[in-house]
């Protein structure tokens, strides 16, 4: 197997893996169940990138810029 068939090659239980690790922590998640609601029509659900109003978060940019 080469390099470029096996992209975790770099990372497979060496040293280097483990020190490059070393700072982060295991992550958990929690996703809500998300409870029923009447959608958005079609078209406008498209335009806001969702079809439920719960979930639509619009974004307004921020961060660094460079």
């Given amino acids: 197997m080469t390099e470029i068939d096996n992209l975790y090659s770099e990372y497979s239980d060496s040293y280097e893996r483990k ?8 992550g ?3 996703v809500p169940e998300q409870e029923w609601e009447t959608p958005y029509e079609v078209l406008g659900g498209l335009n806001r990138g969702t079809l439920f109003p719960s979930l639509d978060k619009p974004f307004f940019g921020g961060g660094k810029r460079l």
Wanted: proline share 0%; charged share 10%.
């Fill in 19 to 26: 020190s490059k690790c070393s700072n982060m922590v295991v």
């Fill in 28 to 30: 958990m998640a929690y």
